[in-house]
Nanobody, 121 residues
Framework: QVQLQESGGGLVQDGGSLRLSCAGS?????VGWFRQAPGKEREYVAN????????YYDDSVKGRFTISRDNAKNTVYLQMNNLNPQDTAVYYC?????????????????WGQGTQVTVSS
């Protein structure tokens, strides 16, 4: 059983930065970040291979967000730079045994409770 807990969300101004953490990520799992804005479906943001050597991003965050992991600490991070109001959402981390780019929520077996990110204009 993998139990995930996100942290690091908050209120930030347009152009600001935040770093999210996902604790409890078993080092043998691929971990992804997703986000869900009010009234919208949960959408893929990024994922990272169990080894940390390969990362994947949605085009909407490429160049602004960086996913990384520290397997010694069982933690995955999402560094978010140059945030804009369209990034406002609840951010979730999730774990899967699938490999490669894993965009579908249905492929993930374990989910955290989410952390709110609000970007003000």
């Amino acid at each position: 059983q993998v139990q995930l807990q996100e942290s690091g969300g908050g209120l930030v101004q347009d152009g600001g930065s935040l770093r999210l953490s996902c604790a409890g990520s078993d080092s043998t799992y691929t971990v992804g970040w997703f986000r869900q804005a009010p009234g919208k479906e949960r959408e893929y943001v990024a994922n990272i291979a169990w080894s940390g050597g390969t990362t994947y991003y949605d085009d909407s965050v490429k160049g602004r967000f960086t996913i990384s992991r520290d397997n010694a600490k069982n933690t995955v991070y999402l560094q978010m730079n140059n945030l804009n109001p369209q990034d406002t959402a609840v951010y979730y981390c999730a774990a899967t045994r699938a490999l490669g780019i894993v965009r579908s929520t249905q492929m993930y077996n374990y989910w955290g409770q989410g952390t709110q990110v609000t970007v003000s204009s």
